[in-house]
């Protein structure tokens, strides 16, 4: 099994900065792709942005140049810096990873966290 948690949400004024951060735990041999993805109230999920196991980033044109996706493998933690805030950033982010559970499987699974909110006020 295989679990993601979320943290570092929060309240914050327009402007600002937050520092999300996903551990990864539970059964894993490997993990590919890590990514973030908001989903704000009536709208569908959206990929916020995606860093593959080699640390090669893409990032959605809204937050280019605002956000940034890393990640510590030795962890198996992915982060969001978010700086420059703006009201259009509120969202519940969902952390999402591609785990190969153990060495003879045949496939990478994808988990997602129970999503942390972000809320930014102008």
């Known amino acids: 099994q295989v679990q993601l948690v979320e943290s570092g949400g929060g309240l914050v004024q327009a402007g600002g900065s937050l520092r999300l951060s996903c551990v990864i735990s539970?059964?894993?041999?490997?993990?590919?792709?890590m990514g973030w993805y908001r989903q704000a109230p009536g709208k569908q999920r959206e990929p916020v942005a995606v860093?593959?196991?080699?640390?090669?980033?893409n990032h959605a044109d809204s937050v280019k140049g605002r956000f940034t996706i890393s990640r510590d493998n030795a962890k198996n933690t992915v982060y969001l810096q978010m700086n420059s805030l703006k009201p259009e950033d509120t969202a519940v982010y969902y952390c999402?990873?591609?785990?190969?559970?153990?060495?003879?499987?045949?496939?990478?699974?994808?988990?997602w966290g129970q999503g942390t909110q972000v809320t930014v006020s102008s």
């Open positions: 999402n990873a591609d785990v190969k559970e153990k060495y003879y499987s045949t496939s990478y699974r994808g988990y």
């Open positions: 539970g059964t894993i041999f490997r993990i590919n792709d």
């Open positions: 860093i593959t196991s080699g640390g090669n980033t």
